[in-house]
């Protein structure tokens, strides 16, 4: 009997207890990279620092000029693009915070079989684009519209489905100005590089990493919901493999540390000299403003408030604290934990989900401060 492609695509599973990470996952660690956690010092984050993923593969792209985006569907006056084209457009310049919707899956128990993330799945940029609702007005979105459906060139097999990646936003977002989506073509004020989407790329602020498809190509206006793969069956919020689940969309409020001292190699344990010692890192929300930062040095008994800085009008990028702690000798545990305008703050209990989702568990750093130096 002939073998089918899905029978090369495993089903979405948990870790048995005391499972390692497998090959499978290693090879996923190794392909894609996270954020080295001593770069939240820059503002904005380098493109090669600047966490990715990849579902399947970088599409090689020979010739950009022959890169043609097309928006189609439910519209009045379907579009054909050429880059050239749609840089006549009247451009847009955002920063912008990206988190990988799986960010902290590793540290769950019990741990959802996937990309290994701990806590370093983010970057920021200052993403330059034409803003979607102009291409969308253009081409006269049609009564009845509901959603609007992005398609990457990125082509695989995901739990037996053979599938382009695909992900959907409601019309009503794709339209909208706060945020404001961006069909973007520059990051840090140069091309996009392939590992970040070249030519062209979505960037939705506020929302995980799923949303923001890369390699873009082609947009639809659809007057029904979108059921994709990558919508109805991936980036859901289940509890047991039978629910529908809640759609995962903006990104739960994070501050993380810059990692004080130095480490070691191993461990990733830090040391650092008793006496003052200044902490920082960085903290952010696609739910509301961040209007508080709380740091902790004794793994969690008692917190205590950070300064914060001002957004500097960047509504949808991180924004930097600080705090003073008095090191002592002896062994400690760092934790900072966020709080926006809409009252979501970090929890201190693992929140869980199948697919390892949303998990905003409050990071834990451990630190040696030695007798003697």
């Avoid at 939240?40 to 022959?66: M, N, Q």
């Avoid at 043609?68 to 006056?77: D, I, K």
């Avoid at 070249?198 to 190509?217: I, T």
């Amino acid at each position: 009997m002939g073998r089918r492609i899905a029978d090369v695509s495993a089903p979405a599973r948990l870790a048995a207890a005391g499972e390692g990470l497998g090959q499978d996952e290693l090879a996923l660690a190794a392909r894609n990279h996270g954020l080295p956690l001593e770069a939240l010092r820059y503002d904005v984050t380098p493109p090669g620092l600047h966490y990715t993923l990849t579902h399947y593969d970088i599409p090689h792209v020979p010739d950009e000029a022959g890169w043609r985006l097309t928006v189609g569907g439910r519209v009045r006056h379907p579009l054909d693009l050429t880059l050239a084209r749609l840089r006549t457009y009247p451009e847009v310049t955002t920063r912008v915070t990206l988190e990988c919707a799986g960010n902290g899956r590793a540290l769950l128990t019990p741990r959802p079989v996937s990309q290994p993330w701990l806590v370093e799945a983010v970057g920021t940029a200052d993403w330059t684009g034409v803003p979607l609702r102009t291409l969308l007005r253009e081409a006269g979105v049609e009564s009845g519209a509901v959603d609007v459906v992005f398609t990457g060139a990125d082509h695989g097999v995901e739990r037996g489905v053979e599938q382009d990646y695909r992900r959907s936003l409601p019309l009503g977002v794709a339209t909208g100005d706060d945020p404001e989506v961006l069909v973007a073509h520059t990051m840090n004020g140069a091309p996009l590089p392939p590992q970040h989407g070249s030519p062209l790329r979505l960037v939705v602020p506020g929302w995980y990493g799923m949303a923001q498809v890369k390699w873009l190509r082609d947009i639809t206006v659809l007057d029904a919901p979108f059921t994709g793969f990558q919508q109805s069956v991936a980036y859901r919020l289940r509890q047991t493999p039978e629910e529908t689940g809640e759609p995962v969309t903006l990104i739960a409020p994070r501050a993380l540390l810059v990692p004080p001292g130095f480490p070691d190699f191993m461990s990733r344990t830090r040391v650092v000299a008793p006496g003052s010692v200044t902490l920082t890192g960085r903290a952010w929300s696609g739910r509301a403003p961040v209007t508080a930062v709380e740091v902790s040095t004794d793994d969690g008994r008692s917190w205590r408030p950070a300064a914060l800085e001002p957004d500097h009008g960047h509504r949808w990028a991180w924004r930097r604290w600080s705090f003073v702690w008095p090191a002592v000798p002896g062994d400690h545990v760092l934790s900072a934990r966020a709080h926006d305008a809409s009252g979501n703050a970090q929890p201190t209990e693992q929140p869980w989900n199948r697919g390892g989702f949303a998990n905003n568990l409050v990071q834990r750093v451990p630190v040696f401060c030695p007798d003697v130096v």
